[in-house]
């Protein structure tokens, strides 16, 4: 094999100028980030008018665990860039292992979410209180999210697997989707943990 070959194949694809993915998740996402912008603005509202009681309940979130998580799933997000490339590059064993990892890191971050459920609710912070109702409603929302990409990851791990049918854009797709996971957690992270 020449060097030449050698080089061409280790170069990125050039840039095609369209869209990751197809279009169909592009529609599903801004959806979804039509919906959690509701979610966001009518929280924000409640914090307008109820600002002491936001801020009293806010005490209660562990920050050092809710900086974990967004490490956690913008870590797995780097992962998911790291298995399109490969799948652009010709690398379906790679991108599986780089799937892998991020589905892992999602799953890491679910159980830490859950976690926190599990110590806010022992100590006693329901929603009956209105800071935690919100916290509930969006956190619970997104680990809907992060469940539903999980299960996609499973799916693109099948589908890498079987040479007739690997495609770029199913990939891109997920990864979109999983990208748009983080975006929406990063987000929910500021408003719930760091917004004072």
Request: aromatic residues 0%; glycine residues 8%.
């Given at each position: 094999m020449s060097e030449i070959s050698v080089a061409r194949r280790a170069e990125p694809p050039a840039p095609s100028g369209r869209l990751p993915g197809d279009g169909h998740i592009w529609v599903m996402v801004l959806g979804d980030l039509i919906i959690f912008g509701g979610y966001f603005v009518v929280f924000m509202l409640y914090r307008s008018w109820n600002p002491a009681e936001f801020r009293q309940a806010q005490q209660h979130l562990d920050l050092r665990?809710?900086?974990?998580?967004?490490?956690?799933?913008?870590?797995?997000?780097w992962f998911v860039v790291r298995a399109v490339l490969a799948v652009r590059h010709g690398q379906p064993a790679r991108a599986v292992q780089w799937i892998r990892a991020a589905a892992a890191a999602g799953l890491i971050f679910a159980v830490l979410e859950g976690s926190q459920w599990y110590v806010e609710i022992r100590a006693g912070h329901t929603n009956s209180d209105l800071f935690f109702a919100f916290y509930y409603v969006l956190t619970g929302v997104h680990l809907l999210h992060v469940l539903i990409g999980l299960i996609a990851f499973g799916v693109l791990v099948r589908e890498l697997r079987d040479p007739r049918r690997r495609r770029d854009s199913v990939v891109e797709s997920g990864a979109v989707y999983w990208h748009m996971v983080d975006l929406l957690w990063v987000i929910i992270f500021a408003l719930l943990y760091v917004l004072r």
């Open positions: 665990l809710g900086l974990v998580n967004t490490i956690v799933l913008l870590t797995s997000s």
